[in-house]
């Protein structure tokens, strides 16, 4: 059984090890702001996710009983991180940073501009 297991995590860090990869290669290679903050925001998170779910697996066969650190750390990080990206986003919107050309939705770019203040309504 503690093999399965033992495996099972390896498998998990595997999976967690390739997301995070890619979130990374993501943040380097995407061409404009809005498209790099959904690189670490989704594919890092969950790679992170599986890495704890691994760690919170390991250490929960090593000590016998069951690990809530991991599950807490994991939690915090899935309620912080889309909230983080969002915050960014609208930053960013109201900032007037530039999008791709070929981004779909630019409207939104000029709606946001056209704004005297935040509590004003079109």
Not at 12 to 38: A, E, M
Not at 58 to 82: K, M, N, Y
């Amino acid at each position: 059984m503690n093999d399965i297991l033992i495996i099972i995590a390896a498998v998990l860090l595997l999976i967690g090890g390739f997301f995070v990869f890619i979130g990374s290669v993501g943040l380097i290679k995407l061409p404009d702001f809005y498209t790099r903050l959904h690189a670490p925001t989704k594919a890092t998170t969950l790679g992170i996710g599986s890495v704890l779910l691994a760690s919170m697996l390991l250490t929960t066969l090593r000590d016998g009983g069951f690990s809530v650190h991991e599950l807490v750390i994991s939690l915090f990080l899935f309620i912080t991180a889309p909230v983080s990206a969002h915050m960014m986003a609208k930053a960013a919107l109201h900032k007037h940073i530039r999008t791709q050309d070929n981004t779909r939705r630019r409207e939104l770019m000029t709606r946001i501009a056209r704004q005297q203040d935040p509590g004003s309504a079109d």
